[in-house]
């Protein structure tokens, strides 16, 4: 059956570091792959999206890779600060064409 | 712009009673129309999804249905809450384009049931 897993559950890392996040997924062959930051009590908010044909997508400080042999992809916030905590989700095309999202990981930035 | 509204914000209902939770769009049309719970500790579970009015599939059999009785509404209900619908219910939309694209949350209800 398909999978998507984001391995690490929390994520704690000092201010002005580069915070990685990390998604995994088996038995799919997305298009593209999307990423979306949740704060506690509210709705996820759109990122980023990366399609197959292409390595690597940035957006200000944020940067997302996707190795489509590896079946992972790298979610990247450089010169991270404590407003970047949060709750981020990645997201694939399922089998049925709907969008199905991994548990998360909470990324929490220390001052 | 487009704006998707949720409400109640949130509600605390005893088992038993009926649920009626809304989700209207505004600034776009024919959207496709989602509803998610999220419970604490897991990911995101689709309930339905609506490719237009009338339209509803469902993804997970359950006490919970929905409807579209208008292009830009979506409403989830319930004849009778059981303990496990407790979460936080999450509206979404997305362009027309399909089902599969960058989607938009709603604020989402907190619902307790006791």
């Known amino acids: 059956s398909q999978k998507i897993e984001q391995n690490s559950e929390a994520l704690n890392i000092q201010e002005g570091k580069t915070a990685t996040l990390t998604c995994n997924y088996t038995?799919?062959?997305?298009?593209?792959l999307q990423w979306y930051r949740q704060d506690p009590g509210r709705g996820p908010v759109f990122l980023l999206l990366i399609r197959e044909n292409e390595k690597e997508k940035r957006k200000e400080r944020l940067k997302v890779t996707f190795d489509t042999t590896l079946k992972q992809s790298l979610f990247h916030i450089t010169a991270s600060q404590p407003a970047d905590s949060a709750t981020y989700l990645c997201a694939l095309i399922g089998s049925q064409g709907n969008l199905i999202f991994g548990k998360g990981t909470k990324l929490s930035v220390k001052p | 712009s487009q704006t998707i509204h949720q409400w109640p914000a949130t509600l605390v209902q005893p088992v038993g009673s009926p649920l009626s939770l809304e989700c209207t769009v505004e600034g776009t049309s024919n959207p496709n129309l989602y509803w998610y719970r999220q419970a604490a500790g897991r990911g995101l579970q689709l309930l339905f999804y609506s490719v237009g009015i009338g339209q509803i599939s469902s993804e997970v059999p359950q006490n919970l249905s929905a409807s579209r009785p208008q292009d830009r509404q979506f409403i989830l209900s319930s004849k009778k809450l059981l303990l496990s619908d407790s979460g936080f219910y999450l509206c979404?939309?997305?362009?027309?384009?399909?089902?599969?694209?960058?989607?938009?949350f709603g604020p989402g209800t907190r619902l307790l049931v006791l």
């Open positions: 979404a939309w997305s362009p027309q384009q399909g089902v599969g694209e960058t989607q938009y």
């Open positions: 038995n799919y062959s997305p298009a593209y």
